[in-house]
Nanobody
Framework: QVQLVESGGGLVQAGGSLRLSCAAS????????MSWFRQAPGKDREWVAR????????AYADSVKGRFTISRDNAKNTVYLQMISLKPEDTAVYYC?????????????WGQGTQVTVSS
């Protein structure tokens, strides 16, 4: 019912910046929250940031506070992740995920992921 497509990943040097995009299509009117997750090789998937759709209220993992900003464009059904002051430890595949309603206890829809590589 909901399709998510990430874009914007790439290779950057430490201290650089990237902006990731997640375009949502399908039945998105009831979306409650959207989040960014990341997974580095050999590590568990890590929650990075979330935004509550109706209010715009955001939250962040401690590891990215002050460096990453999540935002939304309601007209485009698109979520962004602006990343600055990137570090090698930010290297991971970044995934967009959607929690479809307030009654949902999990993120039911996921994108395919986009690779972010930060070189030192």
């Amino acid at each position: 019912q909901v399709q998510l497509v990430e874009s914007g990943g790439g290779l950057v040097q430490a201290g650089g910046s990237l902006r990731l995009s997640c375009a949502a299509s399908g039945e998105t009117f009831s979306t409650y929250r959207m989040s960014w997750f990341r997974q580095a090789p050999g590590k568990d998937r890590e929650w990075v940031a979330r935004i509550t759709w109706s209010s715009g209220i955001t939250a962040y993992a401690d590891s990215v506070k002050g460096r990453f900003t999540i935002s939304r464009d309601n007209a485009k059904n698109t979520v962004y992740l602006q990343m600055i002051s990137l570090k090698p430890e930010d290297t991971a595949v970044y995934y967009c995920a959607s929690r479809p309603s307030i009654a949902s206890s999990s993120y039911d829809y996921w994108g395919q992921g986009t690779q972010v590589t930060v070189s030192s």
